[in-house]
């Protein structure tokens, strides 16, 4: 059975009461502070990697895989972080570019490696001699209207060479973003992903995809295809967060299958097949639920705990994962076998 675990919801309200982010807390909190100087988000190079190293031989792994998820990056603290609900909302639940980039080195450092959801699924995980495996999620991958104006980029986007960047606020391209600096991190230590892996992008759609607001049209959808071949080739997968990230432990059975009716809707046409499934808010369904969701095209849902675990539910395999933000960086003991919350934390963060 999953441990229990107490789920801290965030209501962001904005003028369009479209404002929700979310998730999971544990109750025990405790402080650590920064001790690593900050680093500003460069909105307009790419960091340049290393000659390619081999991939060494991988070996199957057969004990529990670890899964952490992230919210799209705070690139400005200072115009996140406001004293304002929203800003609240942002030190709860979001890293900094800064803290990203130190974790995703800490996570290399302490030999993790990125694996595919699927291969976890299946029992088919492979990763180098030495090292450990690591699924690794971005939430609500949507970039949201909420974030405009306060220090996170505004959508992804192939630049005119074809590479995956940010788009900010004001039209500048940046590499301070998940999938740009996972890239990164990837080229430059080949051995940080097993047989090509980056991550799972969990979409809601009730404000598009991917920041595309017009994704159920046809303009829309022609912008967009060329970024999701992309995002597929490069080793990044896609899953459902809902329609409306809605909590599907206190949604009637008739609002889920409408809700995920919409979200197909919009989804299907630019995704393609998609078979995971994340709870919003790690809130799961009933048993009834979870089948027919499985049977219905979901196979692979996604809770969230705070240890690493497996089960099965008639149809549906359902696997925990572990949430990296300002409430994880409070229970620093609990983040020790993936990085150093001393090192990670921005100290341009509220409380330091």
Request: hydrophobic residues 45%.
């Amino acid at each position: 059975m999953v441990a229990p675990v107490r789920r801290v919801l965030a209501a962001l309200t904005l003028a369009t009461s479209l404002a929700l982010v979310a998730a999971c807390a544990p109750a025990e909190r405790t402080t650590a502070a920064g001790t690593v100087a900050p680093v500003a988000a460069d909105p307009t190079t790419t960091p340049t990697p290393p000659a390619g190293t081999p991939t060494p031989h991988l070996v199957a792994w057969h004990a529990p895989v670890e899964a952490i998820f992230v919210h799209p990056l705070v690139l400005d603290p200072q115009l996140a972080f406001r004293p304002d609900p929203l800003g609240k909302g942002f030190e709860d639940f979001f890293v900094t570019a800064r803290e990203f980039g130190v974790l995703l080195d800490q996570l290399w450092r302490n030999r993790w490696t990125l694996v595919d959801l699927h291969d976890v699924a299946a029992g088919t995980v492979r990763v180098p001699r030495g090292r450990k495996p690591l699924v690794l999620i971005e939430d609500d991958a949507n970039y949201y209207r909420y974030f405009e104006g306060r220090g996170l980029a505004r959508r992804l986007t192939l630049d005119p060479e074809g590479r995956i960047r940010a788009q900010l606020d004001d039209g500048r391209l940046t590499d301070q973003d998940v999938v740009p600096m996972v890239d990164a991190e990837v080229a430059a230590h080949p051995e940080f992903s097993a047989d090509g892996a980056k991550g799972l992008l969990a979409e809601t759609a009730f404000e598009g995809l991917l920041g595309e607001r017009d994704a159920a049209t046809a303009a829309g959808r022609a912008r967009l295809a060329p970024l999701v071949a992309a995002l597929k080739a490069d080793g990044w997968t896609f899953a459902s967060h809902t329609y409306g990230h809605i909590d599907l432990t206190t949604t009637s059975p008739a609002a889920i299958r409408e809700d995920l009716a919409k979200w197909h809707a919009i989804a299907d046409p630019v995704l393609g097949p998609v078979d995971v499934l994340v709870y919003p808010f790690g809130a799961p369904p009933s048993t009834s639920m979870t089948e027919e969701l499985a049977r219905d095209g979901f196979p692979l849902q996604m809770d969230i705990d705070i240890r690493a675990t497996l089960r099965h539910v008639g149809p549906a395999t359902i696997i925990s994962r572990r949430h990296v933000d300002g409430l994880a960086f409070d229970v620093p003991s609990r983040q020790a076998p993936f990085y150093s919350v001393a090192a990670v934390r921005d100290p341009l963060r509220p409380g330091d």
